[in-house]
């Protein structure tokens, strides 16, 4: 019988107190069953890191970047080291392992670095001997033999990285929630947990807000065809299934439904339609780390002007307008902004091949006199801005018209 390697990453909160550890490790061992090997990441213990954070900024507010890295790094080694001890008191064969004794190699910045390899040699040997490894996420080593840091939610990162180079045939997420759900259940009591998920909704759907996971986590799995399972640990269900098969396409066109908060909304009047000039607007946005989203050009009918819409978050608003009013590269008639908005998608392959998506998405909301101010749309998904007063009813609507209750 063929030898079956799993991957168990456990979130901030799954080991954030000493009972909390106890209940993992008795997961843990739920999985080492006979002719399964088990390899486990942790985070580090919930508020750890944001502990360790504020004690750089009380040394100095611009905090050497590499030794931050050292720093934030020891939560998850504390995290390993006590899953390992109690998986030894219960009689097992553990150990922690840091991230520079495998070592995980990383390039790319200090706080936003990406995995480049895992070298599994003594890993899979102490595996094949029945060994557990608890090995620290949201780190690794560079070039420079230093400490980095992977980002937000770098554990994730660090699990499906694991579990490409081990070629395991499992990667499961353990967190605080039991799943991925149709919409966010604080604005929906009516939302459903998903079974299974295509790579790409997933995408779009954490891109939009949700916060199971991160964009970057989800590509990483996609790019390296992880099958990922996101469940709970603190209650025994079934969880999420992200894969990219086709044999999990049903017959339900939309997925899910994604909403954000606080946007704005900035449109340029008349600006002068000619090459370079939307180059010229956003250039100075992204030198000025402002995100911009959703963007629309309107066309004049004399064809000599035109008309930029585009959204931000409400916190960079007054930092926007000011770059907009400074740029000497653009002449424009007038700007208008708007803020107090919200963008609220629908996600789902099913509208590749389904006609009419467009029209009962734009009905619906027009049946609860919910006004659209922007509208995009990709592939797989429909956005439209508007008001942050009819997110909840947008989402109810929605979640409704496409048989998602």
């Known amino acids: 019988m063929k030898t079956k390697t799993i991957v168990l990453k456990f979130g901030g909160t799954s080991v954030g107190s000493i009972e909390r550890i106890k209940a993992v490790s008795k997961i843990i061992l739920s999985y080492k069953k006979k002719n399964t090997r088990v390899a486990v990441i ?60 495998l070592p995980i190699l990383t390039e790319g910045n200090y706080s936003n670095s990406r995995i480049s390899n895992i070298k599994t040699k003594e890993l899979k040997s102490f ?32 699990a499906i990285m694991l579990a490409k180079f081990l070629k395991a045939d499992e990667c499961i997420i353990y967190t605080d929630v039991d799943g991925v759900y149709t919409t966010d259940p604080r ?41 990922i399972t996101v469940k709970s640990s603190f209650v025994k269900k079934e969880g999420t299934l992200i894969n990219g098969s086709k044999k999990i396409f049903s017959n339900q066109i939309i997925t899910g ?51 930029i819409t585009f959204t931000i978050k409400s916190d960079d608003l007054k930092k926007t307008e000011k770059l907009i009013r400074n740029n000497k590269k653009i002449q424009y008639k007038k700007i208008s902004f708007d803020k107090n908005l919200s963008k609220i998608s629908i996600i789902g392959v099913g509208m590749i091949t389904t006609p009419g998506i467009t029209y009962r998405m734009f009905n619906a909301l027009a049946k609860k006199k919910i006004n659209i101010n922007v509208i995009t749309t990709s592939e797989i998904k429909i956005s439209v801005l508007i008001s942050n007063k009819d997110i909840k009813k947008a989402v109810a609507c929605l979640h409704k018209e496409f048989k998602l209750d």
Request: glycine share 8%; with cysteine.
């Open 42 to 101: 942790s985070s580090a213990m919930s508020g750890v890191t944001n502990d360790l954070i504020k004690k750089t900024k009380l040394i100095s507010n611009n905090f050497d970047s590499a030794e931050y890295d050292t720093l934030v790094s020891t939560g998850e080694q504390m995290a390993c080291a006590l899953i390992a001890g109690k998986l030894k008191a219960l009689g097992q064969n553990s150990r922690s392992w840091l991230s520079w004794q």
């Open 127 to 158: 595996m094949n001997n029945g060994g557990i490894p608890i090995i620290t996420g949201f780190q690794g080593i560079n070039s420079q033999l230093r400490l980095t840091t992977i980002g937000r939610s770098g554990s994730d990162a660090s």
């Open 187 to 227: 604005i929906n009591k009516k939302a459903k947990k998903i079974k299974k998920i295509f790579y790409d909704e997933m995408l779009e759907m954490s891109s939009l807000g949700s916060k199971v996971m991160q964009p970057t986590s989800v590509q990483d799995a996609k790019l390296n065809k992880i099958d």
């Open 257 to 307: 439904i994604s909403s954000t908060k606080d946007d704005a909304k900035i449109t340029i009047v008349g600006v002068k339609d000619k090459p370079g000039v939307a180059a010229a607007i956003f250039k100075p946005l992204s030198d000025s780390s402002v995100n911009v989203d959703m963007v629309v050009q309107n066309i004049s009918l004399n064809k000599k002007e035109t008309d």
